[in-house]
């Protein structure tokens, strides 16, 4: 079975205020199809005719077990492994998009949207709300991450998500991105790290070939 995407959005207060966006308490979830994952070093396909691709550098847990209507405090031990990912948002779209009240599926969901690093097992040693991590392009240091900082912290998203959803094993949650978002080009290499955490690389291309049925 494809794996479920959850995402949380605004969940670091920087991030909010660089898009401009009130920090109204709610917890922004969305979801992505299994399509929009891409393995690490493989090739990042964006689109190039739709405005700025911004990547958003992020914490994804990966869920190990079935929990529904968790509370926060036994939350954690649905948590089986950790990885950065990517959740990239073509954001000139999303920002006509939710100008008009629409759904953000076409700048938040396209083929690619998820790149997603190797994982590595988390058997609690890690603490959870001490994580931090880095994305660079191209080598410049682009997001520094601490979920220190995060809103809605792992704990809280799982226990929220599990009320809506009956949460399964293989199911993933990107955490939501700290400040520092920008657009990507084609040729740029864009490289996630952690010290706790195993990173990941990805060479963006470009898409704009047509392409045939079949
Ligand atoms: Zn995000």
Same mark, same amino acid.
């Given at each position: ?43 990042v396909?964006i ?5 700025a691709v911004h990547h ?18 036994? +939350?954690? =031990?649905?948590?089986? @492994?950790?990885? !950065? #990912?990517l959740?990239l948002?073509?954001?000139? /779209? ?12 076409? +700048?938040? =969901?396209?083929?690619? @949207?998820?790149? !997603? #690093? ?6 609690? /040693? ?11 392009v191209?080598?410049?240091?682009r ?39 920008a657009a990507l080009q084609p040729g740029d290499i864009v ?11 990805w060479?963006i291309?470009g ?8």
């Amino acid at each position: 079975m494809d794996p479920r995407i959850f995402c949380i959005g605004r969940n670091y207060a920087e991030h909010i205020r660089e898009l401009g966006h009130p920090e109204d308490g709610d917890c922004v979830v969305f979801m992505k199809p299994a399509s929009c994952l891409v393995a690490p070093d493989q090739p990042v396909v964006i689109p190039t005719d739709r405005g700025a691709v911004h990547h958003e550098a992020e914490l994804v847990v990966r869920i190990g077990c079935e929990a529904s209507h968790v509370d926060p405090d036994a +939350a954690t =031990a649905a948590v089986d @492994a950790l990885a !950065l #990912g990517l959740d990239l948002t073509l954001r000139d /779209e999303q920002n006509r998009l939710r100008k008009d009240g629409k759904p953000w599926e076409l +700048a938040k =969901a396209f083929d690619h @949207a998820a790149p !997603l #690093g190797p994982f590595t097992p988390w058997n609690g /040693e890690v603490p959870l709300n001490a994580i931090t991590f880095t994305c660079r392009v191209n080598g410049e240091l682009r997001q520094q991450g601490d979920t220190r900082q995060m809103i809605f912290s792992v704990p809280r998203i799982i226990s929220i998500l599990s009320r809506t959803w009956r949460l399964r094993p293989g199911d993933l949650i990107y955490t939501g991105t700290p400040a520092g978002v920008a657009a990507l080009q084609p040729g740029d290499i864009v490289e996630l790290d952690s010290s706790v955490l195993q990173s990941a690389r990805w060479a963006i291309h470009g898409y704009d070939a047509p392409q045939k049925l079949g």
